[in-house]
Each structure stands twice: as C-alpha cells, then as structure tokens.
C-alpha cells in the first residue's frame, strides 16, 4: 500500500525461501540500499537518500536478513545475504545499480563479483583493516558475538561491537547506555555477529575478489573519518579496477544524507 513520500511496500523472496522486506520510492532506474550495522529499513539515512534520489531513480530500502519484517532460516552464511540481495534486484526488475554503507559496502561488493545484475556500485566507508592504524580484531570476532547474543548478554554484544569494531570510544558507548535509543540497538544485536562475517576474519580486505569487479564503483568516504577508513577506501579504490574515489567535507562515518545525495546523483546519471 502506498505510504509517506510516495513510498509502497513490497516483499521479495530469497532463495532459501526467506522473505526479504522492502519500502520502494521514486519511479526511473532501480537503485538498491544495502544497509550496514544497527540500521534497518526506515532508517533515517537510507530514508534520507531514498528521498533524494526518488525524483529520479526507483529505490528499493530494504531489511536486510532478521531485521524489521525480514525474516531469517539456518545457519547464517554470507551467501545468504547475498541471495537476499539477488530477489530485490529481481523485485527491481531484474537489475540495478545499487548504494553500500559501511559493512553494507562490503556486502554490496561481494555480491558485486558474483552477480552482473549489479550495473554500478556507489560505497560508503567500507571498513576493511588494512594496515596497523585500523583496531585489530580476533579472527573469531563473529563467533564472540553470537555467543554473547545466545546468552542474552545483548548490552554486552552491542558495546563489545561499537568500541572494537566501530572504534567508539568507551566513554561515549557508557554514555550512549544511558539513552533510551540504546534499546534501539539492543534490539538489532542479534544481527552483529553477521556484519562481522559479512568482513571476514579481522576485516581483511578481499583484494583478490575485489580486481574481478567490472563494474563502475564509486568509493566515498568522509573528510572527518578516522585515518583507518580512509586508508581503506583508497586501498578499495585500487583494489578495484577503474574506481573513483572522493572525500565529502565535513563528513564522519555518521554521514549526512545531504551530503551523500549529490554525489550518488552524478555517479549514478552518469553514463
């Protein structure tokens, strides 16, 4: 049923027979949203792109798997997610370029090398370790995750999550605690141990996979970003064969919507 801003409401079903959820927006050529961690559909920076871009392009936002009204099956694999991808680009119309954030970024990618239904490929801060200026993380970082999760210690996942991997400070994490939007992210703590598999053992850059891509990809990153994911866009961008690379002023990892639109406009109308 038709929503707010033009929005309507569909769903798409994976291989496994998983249903995926999604919010369409805007009419023209399809655009995918791939979110990363503790977002879900309705968020207000995918909501915020798909706003922006829904003049001209059809955007599908979308759950990713065993969040908001998408379902999940056993046992996670990251093929799954990208299986999940394939049924909305097949809900799209068959193909579609689409738009990664954070881990989202780096499932985009790996679905990227396995399906041509990707036509363009817009990334935001994939966070990829690859040199000693990035947090180091155990290769066993998934498996930490959903052991905390499956004993109900979810506070304990979601802070263990933001400081080792998102490297937010201690501090500013007890802070956060205190804030009634920490349920927010409790609630979506069951889905950190994929965004950690969804990386790979200690978020290692997958340059091999990454120099089959042929698809145009636009690598984003923000001026005010630690120098980590800086370091891992550029070695994104040279990972991948003929990729741009730009830095929006003003912008950490927590990107404005205003700033991303302007960029994904001109790379996505580009021929």
């Known amino acids: 049923m038709p929503g707010a801003a033009g929005r ?4 798409a079903t994976s291989a496994d027979g998983t249903v995926i959820a999604f ?8 655009v995918v949203l791939v979110h990363g ?3 879900a559909r309705g968020h207000a920076t995918p909501v915020g792109v798909a706003a922006g871009l829904a003049p001209w392009f059809t955007v599908f936002d979308y759950d990713r798997r065993w969040r908001g009204d998408s379902g999940d099956t056993p046992t996670y694999a990251v093929e799954r997610e990208i299986e999940d991808l394939a049924a909305v680009l097949e809900a799209a119309g068959g193909s579609a370029m689409v738009f990664g954030g954070s881990s989202g970024a780096a499932l985009a990618l790996e679905a990227a090398v396995r399906n041509p239904a990707i036509s363009k490929l817009a990334l935001w ?4 370790h690859v040199d000693d200026s990035a947090p180091p993380l155990p290769d066993d970082f998934a498996t930490r995750l959903d052991a905390l999760v499956r004993a109900g210690r979810l506070g304990e996942a979601v802070e263990r999550f933001m400081v080792e991997a998102a490297e937010a400070p201690p501090e500013a994490v007890a802070a956060m605690r205190a804030h009634p939007s920490w349920a927010e992210l409790e609630a979506l703590a069951h889905t950190l141990a994929y965004e950690a598999a969804v990386m790979g053992p200690g978020n290692a850059l997958p ?3 990454l120099a089959a891509l042929t698809q145009p990809t636009l690598v984003l990153n923000g001026e005010d970003s630690p120098g980590w994911m800086s370091n ?3 070695a994104v961008a040279a990972a991948v064969p003929g ?7 003003d912008q950490a990892h927590n990107v404005a919507p205003e700033a991303l639109v302007p960029e994904l406009l001109e790379f996505f109308v580009a021929a």
């Open 207 to 209: 340059a091999g996979r």
């Open 8 to 11: 309507m409401s569909g769903k």
């Open 125 to 128: 801060e994939p966070p990829y």
């Open 23 to 30: 919010d369409r927006y805007g009419s023209g050529p399809a």
């Open 243 to 249: 990729a741009v690379r730009r830095v929006l002023e």
């Open 232 to 234: 891992a866009g550029l």
């Open 37 to 39: 961690a503790f977002t």
